[in-house]
Nanobody, 126 residues
Framework: VQLQAFGGGLVQAGGSLRLSCAVS????????MGWFRQAPGQERDFVSV???????YYADSAKGRFTISRDNAKNTVTLQMNNLKPEDTAVYYC?????????????????????WGQGTLVTVSS
């Protein structure tokens, strides 16, 4: 299974970016897909998850600004990020989990994911 994230870039505060993650191999529709981010010198943080069921969950920092979605026909997951802030600057990673655990909080940590993309850099200038 391979994941490729793209769509990062440089944007001014208040702007928007749309990240996408293309998944090849495996059975995409059965994966729970997550987005994480890692700012320089900081640990990797959970951003958002969309379960195989379509249920979505967000970190508090992302609620109301970010929207995660998936297209099972195209094997892609997308993170629409609006009203970006300088503190959103980070490398964003997509990840896929084969787990079918019901609880959403199960997917808030990176160790629950089996496959990772290479990351895409998002830089938000003030």
């Amino acid at each position: 299974v391979q994941l490729q994230a793209f769509g990062g870039g440089l944007v001014q505060a208040g702007g928007s970016l749309r990240l996408s993650c293309a998944v090849s191999g495996g059975t995409f529709s059965m994966y729970t897909m997550g987005w994480f981010r890692q700012a320089p010198g900081q640990e990797r943080d959970f951003v958002s998850v969309i379960k195989w069921s379509g249920d979505t969950y967000y970190a508090d920092s992302a609620k109301g600004r970010f929207t995660i979605s998936r297209d099972n026909a195209k094997n892609t997951v997308t993170l629409q990020m609006n009203n970006l802030k300088p503190e959103d600057t980070a490398v964003y990673y997509c990840a896929a989990s084969r787990s079918t655990w019901f609880s959403s909080s199960y997917y808030y940590t990176g160790d629950k994911y089996h496959y990772w993309g290479q990351g895409t850099l998002v830089t938000v200038s003030s």
